[in-house]
């Protein structure tokens, strides 16, 4: 028997209950077969209507079409009446019927010859009709936002119809996210979208009955109408029986029910969700997550990715697929503010957490600030120590951490006289960190021959050595340890079995970093304690403080770690489990299962088939696969690339035949 295709498992996978429930779309159906739904209520329309055959198909018609074209299967509100699919066209269709027949009891100003009454009273009843089928057409211009499964298209109502939107960029089913404040802003827009919906031709045609029908056509729509409009009264009166109709007959059924479920539900899951499944953590080294004075700050845009990668792997349909997306939608739903007093592009709020300052006194992390902490952590975690930059006063109860002029995210230390979070001396705690008196062992003998080349001048320290302005070694990786007859690994499991690398707390698994160089020339480096280069005999005027190496997009799973001490644990197994995924990603397309695209030094190879071929054969879970990628960014990283999810691995060897294990 066949495998399933993929949007067989995939709606498989849509009909599993879960909460929040996930969103199904709306299908791009034919206009055509919408109206024919409503058969009913259009031919009642064509009895009431004043208009003969040829006038009804030209006029009425067309003008129904367009306005399917234009709202297709959209519904007339959230939570409210015909909060259905297609609730928008019934609505419309039930307020036009009910105006035309209470129409045609309208007595119309002013004493009409017979002639002139044949040439108005149609005209008459089309005004009315077109009155009501656009009463409400300015709602899916202020009230929804209209996106393709992935997010990537959003329909611009003003350009185009939506069936028109839909057909152009090949979307299949699209998805609905409710806009917050939404009032009575749809009458302002109403009257522009009207004009495309009735037609330049229509206008004339009723134009030609009176300049006052199309006067009170137009002031119906925007919903100011002057003190002698009679079709105003008709369509407010139709509009409040078509919806009490809709509450007493469909209301019961429809408790609870709604189309295109609010897109907060959905982020506020996945966050609850990474930081239950320990991937965000709360006010350790590595967190996400740090609660400062009563407010909740969440470090982004790093976070945003974390969010986008979940969206990607659990293909989630209609939710924004990149931070700043994200970021603009929870800012939309009142879920997190930025700062509002900066210019733009420094709209992050940039906050030092104590616990980080004393071993990085002049770090920098950008974050957003959640609106309420029981979100996403209840009960709300203690607060802890820390300054939040640019506000006037520091957080209660906090040391004093001096302002960097600096908006970058983590800038490297300078080297005060003592922590500026405790009072021991700098000395005092490099010691309690790595206890060595001498260069012992392998690596120690690789690093005294490098320094002893470097003084015989065998080898150039401006081109493999540099020392930042924190007293740290930066060896250039992995030039300057080559040739004394150790392999990488081996090298880098040394230096941190032995505490002797200086790591980022925000990335405590990341050995290799970028820094750049006062030439601005960008080298990939360990960096070293300064005790090291002290045993090296290395010295050297300290060099400006170079740029600090990119944060890890995947938190580690490590236990806090205690003062005084930098904790590896479990970094090997990582580090074996990621060169696993590589030989298995690598195995998967020299067999033919998986297809690959390469950019320059790396391949791109699509999770959706990746991530199966990982799990089967690794064992390993999905959220350990996505919590790995980013760990060592350069071996293996998991990211979004032309709106698809991919694992990004270095590229094959010409003369690789054999997986890596």
């Known amino acids: 028997m066949p495998a399933p295709s993929v949007s067989v498992q995939d709606e498989s996978d849509e009909e599993i209950p879960r909460y929040p429930p996930f969103m199904k779309g709306l299908p791009a159906t034919d206009p055509a077969k919408l109206i024919e739904t409503q058969r009913e209520l259009v031919d009642q329309i064509r009895e009431a209507a004043f208009a003969s055959p040829e006038v009804f198909e030209q006029f009425y018609m067309e003008s129904l079409r367009r306005f399917a074209c234009y709202a297709h299967l959209l519904p007339a509100s959230q939570t409210h009446h015909h909060r259905g699919a297609g609730g928008l066209l019934r609505h419309t269709a039930e307020v036009a019927l009910w105006s035309l027949q209470s129409g045609s009891r309208v007595l119309l100003p002013g004493e009409q010859a017979p002639r002139r009454r044949r040439e108005l009273e149609p005209r008459w009843h089309l005004a009315v009709f077109l009155a009501a089928l656009c009463h409400d057409v300015g709602k899916p211009v202020t009230d929804l936002v209209v996106t393709s499964r992935d997010g990537g298209q959003v329909w611009n109502p003003y350009a185009e119809d939506l069936y028109a939107w839909a057909n152009r960029y090949g979307v299949d089913r699209y998805f609905l996210q409710w806009r917050e404040n939404r009032g009575k802003k749809h009458t302002v827009v109403s009257p522009l979208i009207a004009e495309r919906i009735i037609g330049q031709n229509v206008i004339t045609w009723i134009s030609e009955g009176g300049d006052e029908l199309v006067l009170w056509m137009l002031e119906t729509i925007n919903g100011h109408p002057s003190a002698e409009n009679p079709i105003h009264d008709l369509i407010i009166r139709s509009d409040q029986a078509s919806v009490e109709r809709d509450l007493r007959s469909l209301g019961v059924a429809f408790t609870g029910y709604e189309i295109g479920l609010p897109v907060e539900r959905f982020l506020l899951d996945i966050m609850r969700r990474l930081v239950r499944d ?15 004075d009563g407010h909740l700050y969440l ?41 509002e007093d900066q210019v733009e592009g420094n709209r992050y709020w940039v906050i030092a957490p104590a616990v980080l300052a004393e071993k990085i006194p002049n770090i920098r992390l950008t974050a957003i600030r959640l609106r309420d902490t029981t979100m996403v952590v209840d009960p709300a975690p203690p607060s802890v120590q820390g300054k939040v930059f640019g506000q006037e006063k520091q957080l209660k109860d906090q040391p004093n951490i001096p302002e960097s002029q600096s908006p970058a995210v983590i800038e490297p230390p300078t080297p005060p006289a003592s922590s500026q979070f405790s009072d021991k001396p700098e000395k005092a705690e490099t010691a309690k960190l790595i206890q060595i008196d001498q260069l012992d062992g392998p690596v120690g003998e690789a690093l005294r021959s490098l320094a002893d080349d470097i003084q015989s001048g065998k080898k150039s320290s401006g081109s493999l050595i540099h020392v930042d302005s924190s007293g740290a070694l930066c060896l250039k990786w992995p030039d300057a340890l080559n040739g004394y007859g150790l392999e990488s690994k081996a090298i880098l499991d040394e230096l941190s079995r032995r505490s002797w690398l200086v790591l980022d707390p925000l990335s405590p698994f990341r050995k290799v970093v970028e820094i750049e160089i006062e030439s601005g020339e960008k080298w990939k480096v360990v960096r070293l304690q300064p005790v090291v280069r002290q045993l090296m005999e290395i010295g050297g005027v300290q060099s400006e403080p170079a740029a600090s190496p990119t944060q890890s997009s995947v938190s580690s799973q490590q236990q806090p770690t205690k003062q005084g001490e930098i904790e590896m644990a479990g970094e090997d197994t990582r580090l074996e489990a990621i060169q696993s995924i590589i030989a298995t990603l690598r195995d998967g397309v020299r067999e033919g ?9 790396f391949i791109w190879i699509p999770s959706r088939k990746a991530e199966p071929l990982l799990i089967e054969r690794l064992k390993l879970k999905r959220v350990k696969i996505m919590q790995l990628g980013g760990v060592v960014p350069d071996a293996f990283i998991s990211q979004t690339r032309k709106k698809s ?11 690789d035949s054999a997986p890596e294990r």
């Open 278 to 292: 320990g991937s965000w953590r709360i006010n350790e080294p590595g967190s996400r997550l740090w609660h400062m």
């Open 299 to 339: 470090i982004w845009p790093i976070a945003g990715e974390e969010i986008a990668a979940v969206i990607n792997q659990e293909k989630i349909p209609g939710l924004p697929r990149t931070p700043n997306s994200i970021l603009d939608m929870l800012i939309d739903r009142k879920l997190a503010n930025i700062r």
């Open 593 to 601: 299962i998986l297809t690959s695209e390469q950019d320059g030094d």
């Open 645 to 655: 999810h991919c694992y990004r691995i270095p590229a094959m060897p010409a003369t």
